[in-house]
C-alpha cells in the first residue's frame, strides 16, 4: 500500500471586496450582508493554506517539487489577486458574490488547472485569524470549472 503524505504551503494575500449578490435586490444585500455590503468594500489580509495530497515518488522522495508548487500557488492565485479588488478584477466574481466560500471554490479550480491529475489537494483560507473555510473540490462540475475565469 503507497504512503500517502500531505504536503501544505502557507501563503498570504491582501484583497478589497464587497459582499454583494447579483441575485438579490439592494435591499436584500444590505440585509444579508450589512456593513460588509458597502459601496466602497472593504479588505482582508487571508491566509492560504494549500495541502497537495499524494504517494511519495520512489525516485525524487517527494509527493510534489515543493518549489513548483510554489511557482503555481504564485501565479495561479497570488498574482491574480494580492492587492486586487476581487469583484473589479476578478471576471468570475461578477456572477459569484466575494465570499470567503466563493473564493476558496476559485482558488481551487485555479490550481487544479495544473496540478498533476494523480495528486488531491485542499484549500484553507482564513479571513481573518477566527474566520476561516475549506475546500477540496466536493460537487463541482465541468460547467463549474469551465466557468471559472480570471
Known amino acids: 500500500m503507497p504512503k500517502i503524505v500531505h504536503l501544505s504551503l502557507k501563503e498570504h494575500f491582501s484583497a478589497a471586496h464587497r459582499l454583494n449578490s447579483p441575485h438579490l435586490s439592494a435591499e436584500e444585500n444590505v440585509e444579508l450582508y450589512g456593513k460588509c455590503n458597502h459601496s466602497n468594500g472593504h479588505g482582508h489580509n487571508y491566509d492560504l493554506v494549500v ?6 515518488d520512489n ?5 510534489i517539487n515543493a518549489q513548483m508548487l510554489k511557482d503555481w500557488v504564485t501565479t495561479r492565485v497570488l498574482d491574480v489577486l494580492d492587492h486586487r479588488n476581487i469583484d473589479k ?10 465570499t470567503s466560500e ?10 487544479s488547472q495544473v496540478l498533476p491529475p ?6 484553507e483560507l482564513w479571513e481573518t485569524p477566527r474566520i ?11 460547467s463549474d470549472i469551465k466557468e471559472c475565469v480570471v
Open 102 to 111: 466563493n473564493l476558496a471554490v476559485f482558488i481551487w479550480i485555479q490550481l
Open 59 to 63: 525516485t525524487t522522495g517527494m509527493v
Open 132 to 142: 476561516g473555510v475549506s475546500f477540496s473540490g466536493e460537487g463541482l462540475t465541468e
Open 118 to 123: 494523480s495528486l488531491s489537494h485542499r484549500i
Open 51 to 56: 495541502t497537495v495530497s499524494g504517494s511519495i
Open 89 to 98: 478584477d476578478v471576471a468570475y466574481f461578477g456572477d459569484h458574490p466575494s
